[in-house]
């Protein structure tokens, strides 16, 4: 058990008892005020005031609603801000303790030269395991590179553009017969705009010798969806620079999905269907966070525009929040959105897509604007948003240009006004985008802020689906589903990509901590995100209708050996519909995301090389029989399929069985797949004998399936 340092108060007794602040005081000088020293801390709250100005003066809380407390990682600044409220601090010695020497342990890396290692084989590093899952940028370009060449007909890679260190290099000259090589490296870089008192934080022979590019791993069966438009799951990871966790997440899960192809039934099916798109945002900014001892920075680097001179970090302080500079929302007025001072975590730029990184990722996300159409085109994910004018009962006047089709409202920094009003149809097909982060536990989508332009409503036009998509997301991965942190944000990728093209977005607050060491990883983060990344990528085909229908799993093709064609085989498959994790908003003063309904499974067909979808596509019904993951509220929302597949006339080789249950509501759900093995018939005189082995396989399947309906029978008395 965890011990606190003092021990756990109640919200009133935390304004009243000042005392409590000495424990934490203390603690601060047993440190010796060491700028470098983090503290995990939680901070009791009672009244939303005074969680207002904690998640103000906090980076990245993660807000327990249920206990009302916030719980964060802080500096010894910071801690002391908090004093200065009045308001009680807990400082969890024990974790304080682990983050403690997980900084310490980077050091010694880094003192080591242990983050060189490149191959996708070996880990970032050997400090006791502490952080060796996470890769550094060169390894995950690797790792990109070596994916490349193992599965060539399955992997695109993509340079989208420079990160901004790299528009800064220059060649060397000669000026006044002084050699000036200070923009030719990203050392030398590094070294024109950081002091050296603070440059000697860092082991500059770990540093690239040129900056990297902003670059994407692109994943599917490219030859099979070859002229036809398949759902996209369009990600980013690591656009705060020092959080370690989503950007290996995404890799590991493009890993698992290619070296299970033609292994596991689903990843096969997701491969075949959908498209992965997984982008590095900002490696310069990770580069340095890669080394920092503290783990601070979040921002990209840029030391022109953004340069930062006071403060405890200086010129470490630098830079641009990526995730506050893009143009859909910034800097539109909406209370604490973003910061408009340079040294702030989340300064917005000096404009919209002002920075290199952000127009390399919007480019590549969003496409460009064709006029002629009202659309935007050519992007990963395709436009879903009416930009022509609607007649009386909505519909689209297609070739009449809407209020939004207009260039100045398109353009990054145009005057005109953008649409907060129009929603995407719920035929979308284009998928979805979602923004990988630390730590808040939390699932969040649009609107991020309460703005004059949206009526002052976080709430668009998609918020029902949207909703439910995350409420889904949150059941498998165990987080709050919350749209809002309790802070407010704007200019965010997940703001622009709905807001320009209505793909549903989303930002998934991953894991417990900046500084998570492998051991959770491995355990929690990693596992928690890839089931909810694997139910997303079962319901993309039409992402925001599937979700209102029940998840089906657990998809089993009763066979030990490839059976003749002919022979009838068993098929079974668990369908859900009470698969939800509901949350409260993550702001008392806006309106709560609607509450998901529960309905009854009303049956369940299985299909044969044929999505659900797909032209032609014949299901076959199961059978429903009760199971025992069934809720005591809601019995007949979760039912056990079964039945039998008819094997004749399928050719020899494998087959893939799709399995898809339909609620009481008439909503289609998420698909699952299994594999189905047919055998080579034999010629000659051995006819007689397959035959009968047939009729021998199919007189057990059929003993089998009376079973499972006499169980199910007993079962529902």
């Given at each position: 058990?965890?011990?606190?340092?003092?021990?756990?108060?109640?919200?009133?007794?935390?304004?009243?008892?000042?005392?409590?602040?000495?424990?934490?005081?203390?603690?601060?000088?047993?440190?010796?005020?060491?700028?470098?020293?983090?503290?995990?801390?939680?901070?009791?709250?009672?009244?939303?005031?005074?969680?207002?100005?904690?998640?103000?003066?906090?980076?990245?809380?993660?807000?327990?609603?249920?206990?009302?407390?916030?719980?964060?990682?802080?500096?010894?600044?910071?801690?002391?801000?908090?004093?200065?409220?009045?308001?009680?601090?807990?400082?969890?010695?024990?974790?304080?303790?682990?983050?403690?020497?997980?900084?310490?342990?980077?050091?010694?890396?880094?003192?080591?030269?242990?983050?060189?290692?490149?191959?996708?084989?070996?880990?970032?590093?050997?400090?006791?395991?502490?952080?060796?899952?996470?890769?550094?940028?060169?390894?995950?370009?690797?790792?990109?590179?070596?994916?490349?060449?193992?599965?060539?007909?399955?992997?695109?890679?993509?340079?989208?553009?420079?990160?901004?260190?790299?528009?800064?290099?220059?060649?060397?000259?000669?000026?006044?017969?002084?050699?000036?090589?200070?923009?030719?490296?990203?050392?030398?870089?590094?070294?024109?705009?950081?002091?050296?008192?603070?440059?000697?934080?860092?082991n500059l022979s770990l540093f690239p010798a040129q900056p990297h590019d902003v670059r994407a791993i692109v994943v599917g069966n490219f030859a099979k969806q070859e002229g036809k438009e398949v759902p996209r799951m369009v990600w980013t990871g690591g656009i705060h620079a020092r959080e370690y966790a989503p950007q290996e997440v995404g890799t590991k899960f493009i890993e698992w999905l290619l070296d299970n192809y033609g292994k596991d039934p689903n990843a096969t099916m997701m491969l075949d269907n959908n498209q992965y798109h997984f982008i590095i945002h900002n490696p310069d900014g990770?580069?340095?966070?890669?080394?920092?001892?503290?783990?601070?920075?979040?921002?990209?680097?840029?030391?022109?525009?953004?340069?930062?001179?006071?403060?405890?970090?200086?010129?470490?302080?630098?830079?641009?929040?990526?995730?506050?500079?893009?143009?859909?929302?910034?800097?539109?007025?909406?209370?604490?959105?973003?910061?408009?001072?340079?040294?702030?975590?989340?300064?917005?730029?000096?404009?919209?897509?002002?920075?290199?990184?952000?127009?390399?990722?919007?480019?590549?996300?969003?496409?460009?604007?064709?006029?002629?159409?009202?659309?935007?085109?050519?992007?990963?994910?395709?436009?879903?948003?009416?930009?022509?004018?609607?007649?009386?009962?909505?519909?689209?006047?297609?070739?009449?240009?809407?209020?939004?089709?207009?260039?100045?409202?398109?353009?990054?920094?145009?005057?005109?006004?953008?649409?907060?009003?129009?929603?995407?149809?719920?035929?979308?097909?284009?998928?979805?985008?979602?923004?990988?982060?630390?730590?808040?536990?939390?699932?969040?989508?649009?609107?991020?802020?309460?703005?004059?332009?949206?009526?002052?409503?976080?709430?668009?036009?998609?918020?029902?689906?949207?909703?439910?998509?995350?409420?889904?997301?949150?059941?498998?991965?165990?987080?709050?589903?919350?749209?809002?942190?309790?802070?407010?944000?704007?200019?965010?990728?997940?703001?622009?990509?709905?807001?320009?093209?209505?793909?549903?977005?989303?930002?998934?607050?991953?894991?417990?901590?900046?500084?998570?060491?492998?051991?959770?990883?491995?355990?929690?983060?990693?596992?928690?995100?890839?089931?909810?990344?694997?139910y997303m990528s079962r319901a993309l085909h039409r992402v925001y209708q599937l979700p209102f229908g029940p998840d089906t799993v657990d998809v089993k093709v009763e066979q030990t050996a490839a059976v003749p064609a002919g022979t009838k085989v068993n098929v079974s498959a668990l369908v859900d519909d009470n698969r939800y994790r509901y949350s409260n908003a993550g702001q008392a003063s806006i309106l709560p995301p609607p509450y998901p309904v529960v309905y009854n499974i009303r049956d369940a067909k299985v299909y044969i090389d044929q999505m659900p979808w797909e032209a032609g596509a014949?299901?076959?019904?199961?059978?429903?029989?009760?199971?025992?993951?069934?809720?005591?509220?809601?019995?007949?929302?979760?039912?056990?399929?079964?039945?039998?597949?008819?094997?004749?006339?399928?050719?020899?080789?494998?087959?893939?069985?799709?399995?898809?249950?339909?609620?009481?509501?008439?909503?289609?759900?998420?698909?699952?797949?299994?594999?189905?093995?047919?055998?080579?018939?034999?010629?000659?005189?051995?006819?007689?004998?397959?035959?009968?082995?047939?009729?021998?396989?199919?007189?057990?399947?059929?003993?089998?399936?009376?079973?499972?309906?006499?169980?199910?029978?007993?079962?529902?008395?």
């Amino acid at each position: 058990m965890k011990r606190f340092c003092p021990p756990r108060l109640t919200p009133v007794a935390a304004i009243v008892a000042t005392a409590v602040l000495v424990c934490a005081a203390g603690a601060i000088h047993a440190h010796g005020g060491d700028p470098d020293q983090v503290y995990a801390v939680k901070i009791p709250y009672a009244s939303e005031d005074q969680l207002s100005k904690l998640t103000t003066m906090l980076d990245h809380p993660y807000v327990d609603q249920k206990t009302r407390t916030v719980h964060a990682e802080v500096s010894d600044t910071e801690l002391h801000a908090v004093e200065a409220l009045g308001i009680g601090v807990q400082i969890d010695v024990e974790e304080t303790a682990r983050i403690k020497d997980f900084i310490a342990s980077r050091s010694r890396d880094q003192a080591s030269g242990a983050l060189q290692r490149s191959s996708r084989e070996q880990p970032s590093s050997v400090a006791d395991g502490t952080h060796s899952c996470y890769r550094t940028v060169e390894q995950t370009y690797a790792t990109f590179d070596e994916l490349k060449t193992k599965y060539p007909d399955l992997v695109q890679l993509k340079t989208l553009g420079p990160a901004w260190m790299k528009t800064q290099i220059k060649e060397p000259t000669v000026v006044g017969n002084q050699y000036d090589n200070s923009w030719s490296s990203y050392t030398s870089l590094l070294a024109k705009f950081i002091p050296q008192a603070l440059l000697q934080r860092f082991n500059l022979s770990l540093f690239p010798a040129q900056p990297h590019d902003v670059r994407a791993i692109v994943v599917g069966n490219f030859a099979k969806q070859e002229g036809k438009e398949v759902p996209r799951m369009v990600w980013t990871g690591g656009i705060h620079a020092r959080e370690y966790a989503p950007q290996e997440v995404g890799t590991k899960f493009i890993e698992w999905l290619l070296d299970n192809y033609g292994k596991d039934p689903n990843a096969t099916m997701m491969l075949d269907n959908n498209q992965y798109h997984f982008i590095i945002h900002n490696p310069d900014g990770r580069k340095l966070a890669e080394q920092d001892r503290s783990a601070r920075q979040r921002k990209n680097t840029n030391y022109l525009t953004a340069l930062c001179t006071t403060g405890t970090n200086g010129q470490l302080g630098s830079g641009v929040d990526l995730n506050r500079n893009y143009p859909f929302g910034w800097a539109t007025g909406g209370a604490g959105g973003s910061d408009g001072n340079i040294c702030g975590e989340t300064f917005r730029g000096t404009g919209p897509a002002s920075e290199p990184e952000t127009q390399a990722v919007l480019n590549y996300v969003r496409g460009t604007w064709n006029q002629a159409q009202c659309r935007w085109e050519g992007g990963a994910l395709p436009d879903g948003r009416n930009k022509w004018a609607v007649d009386s009962a909505g519909k689209p006047l297609v070739g009449t240009p809407g209020p939004y089709c207009n260039i100045e409202n398109r353009a990054n920094n145009g005057t005109g006004e953008l649409d907060w009003q129009t929603g995407a149809s719920e035929d979308y097909t284009g998928g979805m985008f979602v923004d990988l982060h630390s730590n808040a536990r939390a699932i969040l989508w649009p609107w991020g802020v309460e703005r004059a332009e949206n009526g002052f409503n976080t709430h668009t036009p998609n918020n029902k689906g949207m909703a439910v998509i995350a409420q889904r997301l949150a059941y498998h991965n165990n987080y709050s589903s919350q749209q809002l942190l309790s802070y407010n944000t704007e200019g965010t990728t997940k703001d622009a990509f709905y807001g320009f093209l209505g793909a549903p977005s989303y930002t998934v607050e991953m894991g417990r901590s900046f500084y998570e060491d492998c051991g959770v990883f491995d355990r929690e983060t990693y596992p928690e995100n890839f089931n909810g990344f694997h139910y997303m990528s079962r319901a993309l085909h039409r992402v925001y209708q599937l979700p209102f229908g029940p998840d089906t799993v657990d998809v089993k093709v009763e066979q030990t050996a490839a059976v003749p064609a002919g022979t009838k085989v068993n098929v079974s498959a668990l369908v859900d519909d009470n698969r939800y994790r509901y949350s409260n908003a993550g702001q008392a003063s806006i309106l709560p995301p609607p509450y998901p309904v529960v309905y009854n499974i009303r049956d369940a067909k299985v299909y044969i090389d044929q999505m659900p979808w797909e032209a032609g596509a014949e299901g076959k019904p199961l059978e429903l029989g009760t199971s025992d993951q069934a809720k005591s509220d809601f019995p007949d929302a979760t039912k056990r399929a079964f039945g039998q597949i008819d094997t004749t006339g399928l050719a020899p080789g494998r087959h893939m069985v799709y399995v898809q249950g339909t609620n009481s509501d008439g909503k289609p759900g998420a698909v699952s797949a299994a594999f189905l093995e047919v055998a080579e018939a034999k010629s000659g005189g051995g006819g007689g004998a397959v035959g009968g082995l047939a009729a021998a396989l199919a007189g057990l399947a059929a003993v089998a399936l009376q079973r499972r309906r006499k169980q199910a029978a007993a079962s529902s008395f």
